[in-house]
């Protein structure tokens, strides 16, 4: 047995903390927004002003889960909770800093029904959270309306998505 001294203890307790994500649910929430607004935000290239009406409308979406515990954690929200991934990312696409760089992964599927994103977003959220289904179908009904408002599944001019996150283009290949 290996004794350690009153400093070695807090460091180790201090880096045992600094590796274990917050376990606050509106913390969680707050992750879960910020990470599914960056998606929806950089695969459809909105501007400013869409990407802040996109958290915002998020936000309310996700209210439901701040006092819910999630059985599961996707790796971006865990990031984000631990490191401000996306958070960071946001910052830089509301300054002159950001530059586009994501590139169609294949040109042939950078279109997807407003079902598919749709029904993987509120996925993200059903896999992670014990949903009552009144509150899922809620939730699934909110983001269709959200992805309309951006112009997504618009029959006259619809809006392509740059690319195609891996689990859309996997709903599609199921379909």
């Given amino acids: 047995m290996v004794l350690m001294s009153k400093g070695g203890a807090a460091r180790e307790a201090n880096m045992r903390a600094s590796t274990q994500a917050p376990t606050d649910p509106a913390l969680i929430a707050r992750a879960f927004r ?14 400013v002003e869409e990407s ?13 889960l701040t006092t819910m515990q999630p059985h599961a954690m996707p790796l971006a929200v865990r990031r984000e909770l631990m490191e401000h991934s996306y958070s960071d990312l946001f910052d830089r696409a509301d300054t ?4 586009a760089t994501a590139l169609p992964a294949d040109a042939e599927t950078t279109n997807a029904a407003l079902d598919d994103w749709a029904g993987v977003l509120t996925e993200t959220i059903s896999e992670c959270y014990t949903l009552r289904p009144m509150v899922e179908s809620a939730t699934y009904g909110k983001i269709t309306g959200l992805l309309r408002e ?8 619809p809006r392509a998505a740059r690319y195609l996150p891996a689990a859309v283009r996997s709903r599609i290949a199921r379909t």
């Fill in 52 to 64: 802040l009406w996109v958290r915002h409308h998020l936000g309310e979406i996700v209210e439901p």
């Fill in 34 to 47: 910020t990470v599914l607004a960056y998606t929806i935000t950089d695969a459809f290239a909105c501007t």
């Fill in 150 to 157: 951006l112009g997504v599944g618009d029959p006259m001019n």
């Fill in 96 to 99: 002159s800093e950001y530059e």
